[in-house]
């Protein structure tokens, strides 16, 4: 069994950063591939970032990349996602998962633990 705890929402203007953050429970943390979901209020969640067990493999959704970063430390238990140029469109609940197989995954069904989500406003 996992926990996910996300931390590090909050308001933005647009153009602003917020670097959120994922605390895991367990001592098995290195072992999971790491993912960051989102989902605006009326829309389906979508695929934001992934990384790899290792860290080694990484991937974006597409309307993110080359503004948003994932990284993970694994002595701290901790995923992160950086986030830049936020746009008022990317306002929506920030949710963290964990796959219990080591290779990156996009899908939501890849993942099988779940964070109760950190809400991000970025205003216009």
Same mark, same amino acid.
Do not use: C, D, N, P
């Given at each position: 069994q996992v926990q996910l705890v996300e931390s590090g929402g909050g308001l933005v203007q647009a153009g602003g950063s917020l670097r959120l953050s994922c605390a895991a429970s367990?001592?098995?943390?290195?072992s999971y591939a790491m993912g960051w979901f989102r989902q605006a209020p009326?829309?389906?969640r979508e695929f934001a970032a992934g990384i790899s067990a290792s860290g080694g493999t990484r991937s974006y959704g597409d309307s993110v990349k080359g503004r948003f970063t994932i990284s993970r430390d694994n002595a701290k238990n901790t #995923?992160?996602?950086?986030m830049n140029s936020l746009k008022p469109?990317?306002?929506?609940?920030?949710?963290c998962a964990a796959s219990t197989g080591?290779?990156?995954v996009t899908s939501i069904r890849g993942y099988d633990y779940w964070g109760q989500g950190t809400? #991000?406003?970025?205003?216009?």
């Open positions: 367990g001592r098995t943390f290195s009326g829309k389906e #995923v992160y996602l950086q469109e990317e306002t929506a609940v920030y949710y080591r290779a990156l809400q #991000v406003t970025v205003s216009s």
